[in-house]
């Protein structure tokens, strides 16, 4: 399972658009990228995924350059209920489902 | 997506017992994953929980200290035994989503050793 690496935290004020990158530089060519959200007392929480290119649903958008060795998360106008641990994951479909490898993730603050 | 329960949500618990974590799932499903992680910690997996076989454990974790049970597609319990302090985490449960890579988790059993 190919590792990932992002920041250890991030600051962002209600209302901006915060964009979180994490590295991949060993990412398979069957490997997908997929993010979590996880908030306090909580379990983390399914947000996006995608191959490459740009993906885009009702929370966020996850946008993977043509080399796939990173991808960045994007959340706009984020409010004080993101705060949150976004987890970047990387990992080919179905053949190693639960066996992921979550890392520290990035813990976002989003101040009023 | 499958909705997960999890019991107790917390328990705060003597060195040396042991405590046992239920998982009840909403739909039946082939396997159910058991994560730990520690305070402040990321989330390390323990073991996966097939129905009519043995749980397969990661490194690190064995069975003697983490028994798991899967009597049926809906349910799973992991227990915790002979606790020490070392023992304090979230345990989370989880099974698979709509998709690769993608696991729906439960709300966690927060476990506090004294």
């Known amino acids: 399972l190919a590792k990932t690496t992002q920041p250890i935290s991030m600051d962002s004020y209600e209302g901006q658009e915060v964009n979180i990158t994490c590295s991949h530089n060993n990412i398979a060519t069957n490997d997908y990228i997929t993010w979590y959200q996880q908030f306090p007392s909580q379990g983390p929480r399914f947000i996006i995924q995608?191959?490459?290119t740009k993906v885009t649903n009702e929370v966020a958008s996850l946008f993977i350059p043509a080399d796939r060795k990173s991808s960045t998360l994007s959340l706009p106008r984020v409010s004080l209920s993101d705060t949150a641990v976004y987890y970047c994951l990387v990992g080919d479909r179905g053949s190693t489902l639960g066996r992921l490898y979550f890392g520290r993730g990035t813990q976002l603050t989003v101040w009023p | 997506s499958a909705v997960i329960s999890q019991k107790p949500s917390r328990d705060i618990c003597q060195r040396g017992t042991s405590l046992t974590i239920q998982c009840q799932v909403d739909?039946?499903?082939?396997?159910m994953f058991w994560y730990r992680q520690q305070p402040g910690q990321s989330l390390t997996l323990i073991a996966t929980a097939n129905q009519g076989s043995e749980a397969t454990y990661e490194s690190g974790f064995v069975i003697d200290k983490f028994p798991i049970s899967r009597p049926n597609l809906t349910f799973s319990t992991l227990t915790v035994s002979n606790m020490s302090p070392e023992d304090s985490s979230i345990y989370l449960c989880?099974?698979?989503?709509?998709?690769?890579?993608?696991?729906?988790f439960g709300a966690g059993s927060r476990l506090t050793v004294l």
């Open positions: 989880s099974v698979g989503g709509s998709g690769a890579n993608v696991l729906t």
């Open positions: 995608g191959y490459k």
């Open positions: 739909s039946q499903v082939t396997m």
